[in-house]
Structure formats: structure tokens, C-alpha cells
């Protein structure tokens, strides 16, 4: 794993934006909102030391949100795929 870090660590790193896989009810509101499908929102790997530690499954949506001193905070959509 990357960082050296245990995989219920890496959620907890402070380097690492907090990560979040969404219910159907969220994943249905965010492609209506954004007038999309699952399959053009950008993809995550299953590999990805994250998803793994999230337990997620391919085709689960994960909302990614970051801070910014300057824009406050951004979420970010990535669907989980396989390698």
C-alpha cells in the first residue's frame, strides 16, 4: 500500500481529502443534478489503496471532497472500475 499506511489509516491521513461512497438515493440526485450517466462520470480504480480501504465495489459512486484556502471546498464524483 502506498505511503506505508495501514488501509483504515489512509482515511485518516491528513494529505488524503475525505472520501465517501454514496447510497443509491445520493448516486440518482448527483447524475440528475449534473445530467449525467454513471458511465461519464470519471472512474476510479478498485485498486486504489481509498477505494479499498472503503470497501467499495465496482460500479459504487464516490464522492471526493477537498479543501482550498481559496475555493472553500470542492466535491468531486469518481464510479468505481475494475482494473
Known amino acids: 500500500m502506498s505511503m506505508g499506511l495501514k488501509p483504515e489509516d489512509i482515511l485518516r491521513h491528513k ?4 472520501h465517501e461512497v454514496l447510497t ?3 448516486v440518482k440526485a448527483v447524475l440528475e443534478k449534473y445530467h449525467a450517466t454513471k458511465e461519464q462520470l470519471p472512474k476510479i480504480k478498485l485498486s486504489d489503496p481509498v477505494v479499498r480501504a472503503l470497501k467499495a465495489k465496482p460500479g459504487d459512486v464516490i464522492r471526493i471532497i477537498r479543501e482550498s484556502e481559496t475555493a472553500g471546498q470542492s466535491e468531486y464524483y469518481r ?3 475494475q482494473d
Open 15 to 18: 494529505y488524503i481529502p475525505k
Open 24 to 26: 443509491d438515493e445520493e
Open 79 to 81: 464510479v468505481v472500475v
